[in-house]
């Protein structure tokens, strides 16, 4: 269970925070997960206003090695 001040993270906020962690190149993920380089280059510096959800979703999974539970 979460305290009370902490905020909920969107899948936004912690795909961002998991790439900017993550020690890999941007070309290995590229590579590894099929997220179009220049989307992750873009994704990363916080360029992307809107991201489809459907690629940060896959981003997420690449990084967490799981996939989504709905």
Same mark, same amino acid.
């Given at each position: ?13 912690? !795909? ?18 099929? *997220? ?16 489809? *959800?459907? !690629?940060?979703? !896959?981003?997420?999974?690449?990084? !967490? ?6």
């Amino acid at each position: 269970m979460k305290h009370s001040s902490e905020k909920p993270r969107s899948l936004h906020s912690e !795909t961002l925070r998991l790439l900017l962690a993550n020690e890999k190149s941007l070309l290995d993920v590229h590579s590894e997960s099929g *997220v179009a380089f220049y989307w992750l280059r873009k994704f990363k510096e916080g360029s992307i206003r809107n991201p489809s *959800v459907n !690629t940060v979703q !896959t981003l997420y999974e690449y990084l !967490t090695g799981r996939a989504l539970e709905v």
